[in-house]
């Protein structure tokens, strides 16, 4: 199993572009979620999916939408970026995310910097 | 959803053993306290979950004492690649549509001295 995977690795984007993280996850897991990380803090919940076709707001939604239109991908994607978007973006997955023994497989991440 | 607290860095030398102890006063009866590994540059990564007494796995051991207000991740015999960001979490949060989210702190930051 590949795990959960991330791309790109890095991105720089200037101010207003669009894009797509992409994320996918090879466990047949029901439960994935995107979280960010900035420097010196935690990870804070952005979107998140129960299922295929089911996706929910988590704690900084802002500026984001997702889909899951299959159990396997979870693409994070930037309307319009921002500086305050510059971040980096970990996706994750769990088997059914409805159980607190349900342990969350991370990605490698993605580190996009907006100018 | 239960607050934590555990020390924001550590320094350590190599081969000995390390304990970070993480407060979680308000922890709930049906919380899990699960730890997660953080190598720079990388996702978090599950290290041990337990709920109470000591549980023990190939990476570290855990230490819940009767009233669940703390626990201990111990980390036997450090070497250099143990040098991450340990966060503590205590329970899931409720996000709605029946699924549970992790919450996390700012960890603890092991640094490990050769």
């Known amino acids: 199993n590949a795990g959960v995977t991330q791309t790109p690795k890095f991105q720089v984007l200037k101010t207003g572009q669009s894009m797509t993280l992409q994320c996918a996850q090879d466990?047949?897991?029901?439960?994935m979620s995107w979280y960010r990380q900035d420097p010196g803090m935690g990870l804070r919940l952005i979107h998140y999916?129960?299922?295929?076709?089911?996706?929910d707001q988590g704690e900084v939604p802002n500026g984001y939408n997702v889909s899951r239109s299959t159990t396997e991908d979870f693409p994070l994607r930037l309307l319009s970026a921002a500086p305050s978007q510059t971040s980096v973006y970990f996706c994750?997955?769990?088997?059914?995310?409805?159980?607190?023994?349900?342990?969350?497989?991370f990605g490698p991440g993605t580190r996009l910097t907006v100018l | 959803l239960a607050k934590t607290t555990q020390p924001i860095s550590m320094d350590s030398y190599e081969g000995q053993e390390v304990n970070i102890t993480c407060s979680h006063n308000?922890?709930?009866?049906?919380?899990?306290i699960t730890w997660y590994q953080q190598f720079p540059s990388q996702g978090p990564r599950f290290i041990i979950q337990?709920?109470?007494t000591k549980v023990t796995n190939e990476v570290a051991s855990l230490f819940i004492p009767a009233d669940r207000k703390s626990s201990t991740l111990s980390l036997p015999r450090v070497s250099l690649s143990d040098t991450a960001v340990y966060y503590c979490?205590?329970?899931?949060?409720?996000?709605?549509?029946?699924?549970?989210?992790?919450?996390f702190g700012k960890g603890t930051k092991l640094s490990v001295i050769p």
């Open positions: 994750a997955s769990s088997r059914t995310g409805r159980l607190p023994t349900d342990t969350q497989y």
């Open positions: 466990m047949n897991h029901e439960y």
């Open positions: 999916s129960v299922g295929a076709g089911i996706t």
């Open positions: 308000n922890i709930a009866t049906n919380d899990y």
């Open positions: 337990g709920y109470k």
């Open positions: 979490l205590v329970g899931l949060a409720y996000s709605g549509a029946g699924s549970y989210q992790l919450t």
